[in-house]
């Protein structure tokens, strides 16, 4: 059974920095993306940034110069270093697994939640 566990979430005050962690268990072949999605109250889920092996991209225009992604040395582990946070970057944050390219995002974390004071 495929397990996906986010964490270093909390609250940090404007400018902070936070560094979210992910790590994917009980997968058995090559995926191909992971990512970090975040969903505001009242908003859709959009994502954030995802790496396709050792590619990162920042999928969030807001976002590009603040985040970055990176893989982990464990299998299956992502990062999302988060600097100069904003109060409009609170939200939940996701990890999502894409297996396929021509899939869906097929498995999903609980999130983490991410709160920024002003």
């Known amino acids: 059974q495929v397990h996906l566990v986010e964490s270093g979430g909390g609250l940090v005050q404007a400018g902070g920095s936070l560094r979210l962690s992910c790590v994917a268990s009980?997968?058995?072949?090559?995926?191909?993306?992971m990512g970090w999605f975040r969903q505001a109250p009242g908003k859709q889920r959009d994502l954030v940034a995802s790496?396709?092996?050792?590619?990162?991209?920042n999928d969030l225009d807001s976002v590009k110069d603040r985040f970055t992604i990176s893989r982990g040395s464990a299998r299956n582990t992502i990062y999302l270093q988060m600097n100069s946070l904003k109060p409009e970057d609170t939200a939940v944050y996701y990890c999502?697994?894409?297996?396929?390219?021509?899939?869906?995002?097929?498995?999903w974390g609980q999130g983490t939640q991410v709160t920024v004071s002003s």
């Open positions: 009980g997968i058995s072949s090559t995926l191909y993306r």
């Open positions: 999502a697994v894409q297996m396929d390219p021509f899939d869906t995002w097929k498995y």
């Open positions: 790496i396709t092996g050792s590619r990162p991209i």
